[in-house]
């Protein structure tokens, strides 16, 4: 039997703030919200038994923004007639024993005209709309437009203020997985030409006046012991991207900005720097041995099995370690974790026993079509 105990022992954070337990579960859009990111009875049938023994639960991803939706069904923090909504999700996830994480974010290049009625805004239209293009994707839906700088200035100060009302213990600021913060910092996607692009300061710019709008809003509301977090992407696959190097440049920036925890975003928990500072160590070991324990580190990445937990655990390179996929497939996970019963994490999705796992219409159809970060259909090869 694993031992997987240090799971479940608390941790404390700055402004003694006190999590129960290590584990939580990572943001995923579970499409259980209408169209107009309002609150539905499968999203509550859902939320209601996700988060039984875990310690975090971020629920991603809400935006910020309009025309930053990256889905139909999609959460919305945008103005005060958001709370009602948004300020239900977080008192279920509550109400089972875990925090509730807000995770703010706007999809950039990879927002959709049809989703939000709006033209998708990015920082540099030309190398966007080609980026699109040689994938495949481009179309009248997803064809960019560049921010301008009062689009930016906006973006900022909408940041965190309806989050903080409606309830949610901390906010996590989405800086990962190509989407808008992430585009800003990388030298492919960033073209601008003006302050906002050239150097490296430049290029962190927007995160970090992200960061800084969240903190006003945090001290606006004489909030202390409301955490602040950042998730990255810790490198990218073109040339002349992101890097390690890079990487290792934000998280310090962010550590002088007191931000409360780290979120490496990537698909497997071991996975090795290709580039830069930091090539050839797994990346999460790298970060680690840099914070030196000034922030909290949050590791992800293709955790399925007790032994995958345990080995992760083992590691000693995060302070709080993830379920992604693996949480959709069992509501229960975090007593089999404790209880080590491995052989009860059934690593597939059972089609003819969908009351298993209660996933919003929307989600189980996503499911039959397949995807990296959802479940495997049982018997079923992609």
């Not at 310690?55 to 959460?75: D, M, R, V």
């Not at 992200?210 to 004489?222: G, T």
Request: proline share 4%; aromatic share 10%.
């Amino acid at each position: 039997m694993m031992d997987n105990s240090r799971l479940f022992e608390n941790y404390k954070l700055k402004y003694k703030v006190e999590v129960s337990r290590r584990l939580f579960v990572s943001p995923m859009v579970i499409l259980g919200v209408d169209n107009s990111g309002n609150i539905t009875d499968e999203d509550r049938s859902y939320l209601a038994h996700c988060a039984k023994g875990i310690g975090l639960y971020i629920l991603g991803a809400e935006g910020i923004s309009p025309e930053g939706k990256s889905t139909k069904n999609q959460a919305l923090a945008l103005s005060e007639k958001d709370i009602p909504s948004l300020e239900e999700r977080p008192k279920i996830i509550k109400d089972q024993g875990a925090l509730a994480i807000s995770q703010i974010m706007h999809a950039g290049l990879l927002g959709t005209k049809k989703y939000s009625g709006k033209t998708p805004l990015c920082p540099s239209k030309d190398v966007s709309n080609k980026h699109l293009e040689k994938s495949g994707k481009l179309n009248d839906d997803n064809r960019n437009d560049e921010m301008i700088n009062d689009d930016i200035l906006r973006i900022i100060v909408n940041s965190t203020e309806w989050c903080l009302k409606a309830g949610y213990d901390w906010i996590e600021i989405h800086g990962a997985n190509n989407y808008l913060m992430q585009q800003f910092y990388s030298v492919y996607y960033n073209k601008r030409n003006d302050e906002w692009d050239g150097s490296l300061e430049k290029w962190m710019r927007f995160p970090l006046e992200i960061v800084d709008a969240c903190y006003k809003i945090r001290d606006k509301y004489n909030k202390p012991e409301y955490i602040i977090g950042y998730r990255l992407s810790p490198e990218e696959k073109f040339e002349n991207s992101i890097t390690m190097t890079n990487t290792i440049s934000l998280i310090k920036a962010l550590i002088q900005r007191t931000i409360q925890y780290i979120h490496i975003s990537q698909g497997n928990y071991f996975q090795e720097g290709r580039k830069g500072e930091g090539a050839g160590i797994p990346r999460l070991k790298f970060v680690h041995e840099l914070i030196k324990g000034k922030v909290a580190l949050i590791g992800i990445g293709g955790l399925i099995s007790d032994k995958d937990f345990n080995k992760a655990l083992n590691s000693g390179n995060t302070n709080f370690i993830a379920a992604g996929r693996v949480s959709l497939l069992k509501k229960d996970l975090a007593i089999l974790l404790k209880e080590g019963k491995d052989d009860k994490i059934n690593l597939e999705l059972e089609l003819e026993h969908p009351e298993k796992y209660s996933f919003p219409i929307k989600l189980w159809d996503l499911c039959l079509i397949g995807g990296n970060w959802l479940p495997p259909i049982k018997g079923k090869f992609y």
